[in-house]
Structure formats: C-alpha cells, structure tokens
C-alpha cells in the first residue's frame, strides 16, 4: 500500500521508559497482569473464560474492555509526550515499522475527517515490552488495542513480526489493517457506540455481553474496510488478499483450535474468522460506514 509520509500526528513515545508498577512484573513473583486477571476472570466465566483468556491476549485490542477493570496499584513514571515539530518525527522515524505506523495512522485519520464531521483523531502510543495507557497495563502480550479512556491506539511494533510469523498474516495492508480497526473503535466511541453498548453489557449475562462485544468488533473490521475502499487509488494487487488473510488468522475459532482447544461460539469476543472476512469485505465492497450496523445484522 502506497502512503505519503506524514509527521500530522499526536504521538506519545514510552519505548525505553521503567514503566513498572507494583503487581505488574515486579518483585515477589507474582504473574504480572495475567496474574491479576485470572481471578475476575474465573470467578465469572468459569474454566473456559481462563482458557479463553490466553487467546484473547492476541486479538486485536484484545483487552480494550478488560483493561479497564484493571488499574494498576503503585506509581509510574511518567510518560515523555511528543506532540509536533521534530520530536514527533523523531519518534516516527525510530524504524520501518514506526515510520509506517505513522504514515498508516494519518492516513486513516484524513479518511475519518472526511467522513465525520468535527473529528477528533486519537493519539499513538508507542510501547516496547511494556508501557502505561488510561486503560491500565501496556503489554506486548496484549496486541495493539484501543484504550477509550485517554482515546490512544497503543502499539509494540513487534506485533508485526508476530503477525507475520505466529499468524501467517504478512504484508503492509495487513499491517495498516490492524491499525485502521484500532481507530475503528476510536470512532465507536466518538459516536457514542462505545458507550451505548457498555451499558448493555453491564445488564446483560455473560453470553449475551460477548455477542455484544463480537458486534462491537465486527463494526470495527467494516470501518477498516470502509477506510481501505476509500483509499483505493493507494492500494496495491494483493493487498485485499493480506487483510482477508490477516482477518482469518485472528478469527476466535481459528485461535481457538491454534490452542487445541474445541471453539466455543458463546466465548467468542471478536466473531468467528467468517465473520471477520465478512465484516471487512463489507466495508471495502461499500466504502459506506452506514453498512457497517453490526447491530442490526443477523
């Protein structure tokens, strides 16, 4: 995909911080944030909610949700912000994969603007390892995800080499996928989608609230394709190729399975790899967010 190099961005820079924090990776051996989530996790969703949760560290903004029932104890240092001039293009600049990032993220920031009126962009948060978001504890282990609280699409871009190695998802289109749905949730809850559906799920049952969150996530693949469809004079023969292949990869049943484990639809929380083509077809065959609903849908 062909992209123009851009600096127009808020960009926070947290690689080669101490972001440590009691609880999370400290001393006394404990189990960091895995650790910390087990126990809610248990005592709601039972054994396969546990099990569940080892594959959910790899979705795509995989503990979005879950990140916020999670603060950290303990004091942590505080993050330098880069915001304009050179150090936003030092930042972008560290490698390949930052520079593309940025130039992805702009990219799909110009698409939103056109589409939404008074648009607010989301900022980019580096991290390497481990970092600090509103949402709680930053981990590689988590994949890139969208934390509403401070509007921040967090990203390791090592997340690239495991989408390429560990998924079998290569590609820059694949990449940018990954980015463009992360943003698809900035503008869920900059539309009011994110809240609505939060307090649904905070009355709704265990099953009915992981349908809502499939849904949330589906919309999310359809606002990438909507972007990618808007963009199309960018793309390249095979890019629509590397997103259906990446939207495969991260289906629950196929990461379910990848975990030898029996897929179980009602645990699902991002939609079936199906679905997640689907959703992401949809988008690019419409270049029309209002075909998108989710909701609506069967």
């Not at 127009?8 to 990776?25: H, K, M, P, T, W």
């Not at 990203?155 to 079998?168: H, M, P, V």
């Not at 949330?216 to 095979?238: F, I, K, T």
């Amino acid at each position: 995909m062909r992209l123009d190099d851009s600096n127009d961005l808020n960009v926070e820079d947290q690689r080669g911080g101490n972001y440590s924090s009691a609880g999370f990776g400290g001393g006394g051996g404990g189990l960091g944030l895995i650790g910390m989530l087990f126990p809610f996790v248990f005592s709601r969703f039972g054994c396969t909610g546990v099990a569940i949760l080892a594959v959910v560290f790899f979705l795509f903004g995989g503990l979005g949700s879950i990140g916020q029932m999670v603060s950290p104890s303990g004091t942590t240092t505080a993050p330098h912000q880069t915001q304009g001039g050179s150090s936003v293009a030092e930042s972008c600049s560290v490698d390949a994969a930052s520079r593309f990032s940025c130039n992805a993220l702009a990219n799909v920031n110009q698409t939103w603007a056109k589409l939404i009126q008074g648009y607010t962009p989301p900022k980019l948060v580096f991290y390497a390892g481990n970092g600090q978001s509103g949402c709680g504890a930053a981990q590689s282990a988590m994949g890139p995800f969208y934390c509403p609280s401070d509007q921040g699409v967090y990203l390791d871009t090592g997340f690239y080499d495991e989408l390429k190695n560990r998924f079998g998802a290569p590609g820059d289109f694949a990449q940018a996928y990954v980015i463009a749905h992360e943003v698809g949730h900035h503008v869920q809850t900059l539309t009011g989608i994110s809240e609505q559906v939060s307090r649904q799920q905070a009355r709704a049952s265990r099953t009915e609230g992981n349908a809502l969150q499939v849904k949330m996530e589906l919309q999310a693949d359809c606002y990438a394709g909507v972007w990618a469809a808007r963009n199309s004079d960018r793309m390249e023969p095979g890019d629509v190729e590397e997103g259906l292949r990446a939207a495969q990869a991260i289906g629950d049943d196929t990461l379910q399975k990848a975990a030898g484990q029996r897929p179980v639809p009602d645990s699902f929380t991002h939609g079936s790899s199906a679905q997640r083509q689907f959703w992401l077809k949809r988008g690019l065959d419409s270049g029309d967010p209002r075909q998108c609903d989710t909701f609506s849908a069967n």
